[in-house]
């Protein structure tokens, strides 16, 4: 994907077109990942046609819920995000890395490198481009070599030949906040195309040359300034209506100051220290690497998975054992890591205001609430009440 | 995961012996159940002592003692003592064997008024009041959970003792399988009371693919959080009544399920 050459040019993509689109890029040799209905999930799926997408439904979510409803079924893309994001396709959830056999007294290596597909993401959101773009610099697609690189590897394949058409938000999640983190709910950068749905079809934006060359086999014409104007429209409507707010000013200084914080056992009270939260994380990227061996085969392997800080042995260090031993050091850390100490390891936010740490936390555990609280305690004083930009739906006790 | 000192390294063609205490020979089966893998096995090393498998004993000493079951009698409480001699490492399989299993339950109940109920001439029943894991007897090396355990598991378990690692068995939730698998979360989607947050993993998330809650035969996680988690089930709806059930099943001695289980009996009964 290149963005060099972003025209930025609009064009109107009737309804009818998306079939077209899919199978142009299924012909491209890419496989097709779009939202798909899955029992009562959108979940990022395969499909062969458009007619697999996801449509007709709104998704209702709040702190530890989610729930799907019947809509209109013309439109497809009222909902936002199920657990999955393009996480589990660049960064797989269970990877081989290698396969090794013993002959006469030396291992020899006998795997092939992992096959890498050729992706096309089509209908992911503004705040996973963002992500995407968090996971570049995480895994060193963009130039920065900032984790083992063997294992980033993949990654880096598999992200090289992606191609991305995103939507952009019409209807924000109940438990989104891309416009405090400043992500979204529309795409400006990292897509090769973006479609804004509309009764009739989409407005189109192409953004770089592989978008455009797709451009040149679709079925598209200049779209009227009313089109144009209606989606701008719809967009406007939906920064206005997200529900969470998280006010970014002077966060990172002031979640520094935050190690001694008595609020950390107060979550720690709540958090389960499941994990759910990072394996939905679409920037979340701990994993862990082990071995097995065969029975009687002598086949050794070597494989990476999604592991999770929350995971009490995953600090596990020799010879002093786990080094975060509570559920609030791992809550502090993880949530620290994310708004904080992100920006100095890899000079951006470690969130991008998806929600779904806020919808998938099983006792709904609210990130925006938590970290409004944090740094504003006074000794002596109590716990100080979270400001109103907080997106405060509880009260404190 | 009770293993402190070192894991040994076990020579090609260890003995391995099985053997069954209080337990519904599940585990036994689940070994059987291998299939393939179960030829493997067999190659990979003796099974010395196995009788769900075989009739032939071979006398001990054995590399490996799996152990199925609970112990809850006094001839069983005898015994254990001497597989512990019998075996220079000793793996605790099961939920019966790590935690007591379903029949634990006793433990909350007077036996004398069950036993009184069950048999028709009570004076020939020796039993004791109450069900233990192995580890309460004697000193396991190391535990396989699950109601049965797990193939993969039981694999990983001889595998890694054959080559002298340390067996890949995690101690964190069972939501990191279930999201692993991409499945959907019951508890977030349809607000049914499921145990996995606090739950050991190693089944790969069976009841959730099947779309219904974890009942936890996998027992407790590494710092499980049933306070949190309880307050929750009680907020979809759940009773307190519900909640000890949940948790009074296989695992029910396992001292978290055991602690919340007590919890909420009280405040049911304050009702």
Redesign the interface.
Known sequence: MSQTNASNQKYFLPRAGLEPLVRILRQRGYTVLAPTR????I?LAPVESADQIARGVHDHQDG????LTQADPEIMFEYVLG??SPK?YLFP??LPLVELRVRGNRFVPTSQPPAIAQYAFLGIRACELAAIKVQDRVFGHAGQDTLCADAAEYYRRTRRQALVIAVNCTRPGGTCFCASMGTGPAATEGFDLSLTELRDGFLLTVGSQAGAALCAELEIRAPTSTEEGLAEMKLAAARSHMQRHLDTRGLKERLEQTIDDPNWERVA????????CT??CPTCFCFTV????????GVYGRTR????C?????SYVAGSGPVRST?AARYRHWLRHKLCTWWDQFGVSGCVGCGRCI??C???IDLTEEASRLGRHVPGAGVVPIPKAGGTKEALP | MLAKRPIPKVPPKSRLAVFKFSSCDGCQLSLLNLEEHLLELVDAVEVAYFLEARRRELPPPYDVGLVEGSISTPHEAQRIRQVRRDCRYLVAIGACASSGGIQALRNWADIGEFVGAVYPNPQYIRTLDTATPIAAHVFVDFELRGCPVNHAQLLELVSALLVGRRPNVPTSSLCLECKRRGLPCVLVTHGQPCLGPAVQAGCGALCPACNRGCYGCFGPMEQPNLNSLGDRFLELGASHRQIKHLLRMFNAYQEPFKQASDHHERLEQQK
């Open positions: 899955r029992d009562e999930i979940s530890g819920r989610y729930r657990a999955d589990r959830p269970e009270a709540r958090c389960l220290s499941c994990g759910n394996m939905v082990s071995d097995s061996s065969g029975l009687t085969d998975r999604w592991e999770s929350f995971s009490h042995q995953f559920i919808t998938w099983p006792v709904g």
